[in-house]
């Protein structure tokens, strides 16, 4: 009991030493310590901002690499002519075009009315069919599929954009765009959340529920892309998109059209006849008089 007592008393002993040399440090000045701590936080921030910058950079460098894969063929025109019976003779359209398009290219035919561009557009929709020669569609003979298989795999995976936006007047946008998914087949339970996706994705998330007739022409173009795209097309082919806008709406189309490439992943076939857009191009096939020329 003793030595239990003594062990106490020399412990208590020792605490109050050890309070006694607390005690006697001197407390560092408050405004070194305040000081020290700004520091640090700038420190941290900085890191962050370092750390944020990082990651933004390589974000944006893997985007640019996505979107520049062009490791896939999309379609592949070899040898193609086309030919039109007019009274007793043919009408030469087309005269051997040939060209490749990649994935994930911006392409666009350039030319003025009457050269083949929308003839060639046609027929790389599978709308039409050469005369002669050869059109590939992800290695699939275009140019050999009857026509309901063509119709199937216009459905599943390729989008069409018209000059006249080829909307539904009397239906909303938010209608246009959820028709262009009952038709694809796509599941209801995937119809509002992909609807609200490619609206908002065009700049319309707050005009989804107007009629055509009550949005400019560059909404309703932009309507004509959500519905596009809606599906998930791996080939969108436009004609002339930007003929009917003025020069700043058809800027903020082609500004859609490069998101969509990346969001998307799709890869965009268009003719023009406009020179203002074609910097934006990955590539431009000029057309005259139904050939490509250099």
């Given amino acids: 009991m003793m030595?239990?007592?003594?062990?106490?008393?020399?412990?208590?002993?020792?605490?109050?030493?050890?309070?006694?040399?607390?005690?006697?440090e001197t407390p560092e000045a408050p405004e070194a310590q305040q000081e020290e701590l700004d520091q640090a936080a700038g420190e941290r921030e900085q890191g962050r901002d370092e750390a944020a910058a990082t990651t933004l950079a390589a974000e944006e460098?893997?985007?640019?690499?996505?979107?520049?894969?062009?490791s896939e063929t999309i379609l592949s025109v070899r040898e193609v002519h086309r030919t039109f019976p007019v009274g007793g003779t043919e009408l030469h359209v087309l005269k051997?075009?040939?060209?490749e398009v990649r994935s994930g290219q911006l392409v666009m035919l350039k030319g003025r009315s009457g050269s083949g561009k929308t003839t060639l557009l046609n027929m790389l929709g599978g709308l039409d069919q050469p005369t002669k020669g050869e059109i590939l569609f992800r290695g699939q003979p275009l140019h050999q599929l009857s026509d309901d298989k063509r119709t199937v795999l216009r459905r599943d995976q390729i989008g069409f954009i018209f000059q006249a936006y080829a909307l539904l007047p009397l239906l909303s946008a938010w209608e246009n765009v959820e028709l262009s998914l009952r038709m694809a087949g796509v599941p209801p339970q995937q119809?509002?959340?992909?609807?609200t996706e490619c609206l908002e994705l065009v700049g319309l998330g707050k005009r989804m529920f107007h009629r055509p007739f009550e949005m400019s022409g560059g909404e309703q173009q932009r309507v004509a892309i959500a519905k596009a795209i809606a599906h998930r097309p791996k080939l969108l082919l436009a004609d002339e998109p930007t003929a009917n806008l003025d020069s700043q709406m058809g800027a903020q189309v082609m500004t859609v059209f490069k998101n969509i490439i990346h969001t998307e992943h799709v890869t965009i076939c268009m003719t023009t006849h406009d020179p203002t857009i074609l910097e934006v191009a990955d590539h431009v096939y000029e057309m005259v008089d139904g050939k490509f020329i250099e």
């Fill in 96 to 99: 051997g075009i040939n060209m």
């Fill in 3 to 24: 030595r239990w007592f003594r062990k106490t008393v020399k412990s208590e002993q020792s605490d109050d030493q050890d309070v006694k040399v607390m005690s006697n």
């Fill in 61 to 70: 460098e893997g985007s640019r690499g996505k979107s520049r894969d062009f």
């Fill in 191 to 195: 119809w509002k959340p992909r609807v």
